[in-house]
């Protein structure tokens, strides 16, 4: 490796000197232009690389986020760390991204990882059962965001989408479609944003007189299709006249789950989605679905963290960055 060391030998000039002008602090140093020039020339030609952890280690920052996602092969997630990406490097920053596979263990794992890579922050979409690493984090004031769900009783800063009211608002679209025994597919999971998904759900049809407990169906996350089509069954025999899908992996097996039954999904079974997927522009049929706004959650989280990093203030209160999310009904 080259070193500052180096590249003054070469020069035969002081280390000092070379260390100035490759801070950027060649006027300061009173270096003349005739030598920086010759210095930035010489650094190059022998393809100096500049030291990012002694940096790091001086300015007692590594300008890298910690980014921790539930499933990046979910293309909610993966396009929301794309905005997070973009965002971050416009401010000076790198961010690295981890996965958990919603598995506590793996976020355990993910968060030690980055911890001894020194990021000055994490951005997390934490697992089920994993608010005692997020306590762990409160509690070493280490300045953290999380993303998309949240624990109720831990003071984190929370960017997040009005997941009742967009539920709430879904089920309303489907009585008006003149759907009446409304089926809802979800996870089996405490996590609030699903269970917030549920309630606006029960609250649209019980307003309307129309609640069956017996048509919400929980499934689960590592036996995904098997669930959907043993609960689908269910719904049939409950006969359902209409379904609501309440996360993006969950439509896309759901939907694929009817089609191979030559259910014509709206026509013969009106269904809402919660997020588009890019399959459904391949589809003969216009789907309706929530939207969630992904690049402004990336982007507020961004903001939120890199004020807490630079201002040497970790979020401790609980503060709710709650979006709309809007209903997309395609009308043909």
Request: net charge negative; aromatic share 8%; glycine share 6%.
């Amino acid at each position: 490796n080259v070193s500052i060391k180096h590249i003054a030998e070469a020069l035969g000039i002081s280390t000092a000197s070379v260390s100035l002008v490759l801070s950027g602090r060649a006027v300061e140093g009173r270096v003349s232009k005739d030598i920086a020039d010759k210095i930035r020339e010489t650094a190059k030609s022998m393809n100096y690389m500049p030291n990012g952890l002694a940096r790091s280690l001086r300015m007692g920052r590594t300008n890298t986020i910690g980014l921790i996602v539930a499933d990046i092969s979910n293309p909610f997630f993966s396009n929301m760390a794309f905005h997070i990406q973009e965002k971050a490097e416009s401010l000076g920053y790198t961010v690295i991204i981890a996965n958990t596979n919603e598995d506590n263990k793996q976020m355990e794992k993910m968060i030690d990882v980055l911890k001894s890579r020194q990021v000055d922050g994490f951005l997390i979409v934490p697992t089920e059962n994993g608010d005692k690493y997020i306590v762990q984090l409160v509690e070493n004031k280490m300045p953290l965001v999380l993303i998309d769900r949240y624990f109720p009783d831990i003071q984190t800063n929370n960017v997040i989408v009005d997941n009742y009211k967009a539920s709430y608002n879904a089920t309303r679209l489907l009585l008006r479609k003149g759907c009446r025994n409304i089926a809802l597919f979800t996870y089996k999971s405490k996590l609030q944003h699903i269970v917030e998904r549920k309630k606006g759900y029960c609250d649209a049809l019980k307003e309307a007189g129309l609640y069956n407990k017996e048509l919400l169906f929980e499934v689960g996350y590592r036996d995904l299709q098997e669930d959907i089509h043993a609960c689908l069954d269910k719904s049939i025999q409950q006969e359902a006249d209409g379904v609501f899908f309440t996360t993006n992996s969950i439509s896309i097996s759901g939907i694929k789950e009817l089609l191979s039954r030559n259910i014509r999904v709206e026509e013969d079974l009106p269904v809402v989605c919660f997020d588009k997927s890019d399959a459904f522009d391949f589809m003969d049929i216009s789907i309706p679905y929530v939207r969630q706004p992904v690049a402004d959650m990336g982007q507020t989280s961004v903001d939120i963290l890199v004020d807490q990093i630079t201002k040497n203030r970790p979020g401790m209160a609980q503060v709710m960055w709650k979006m709309s999310a809007e209903l997309i009904e395609i009308l043909e």
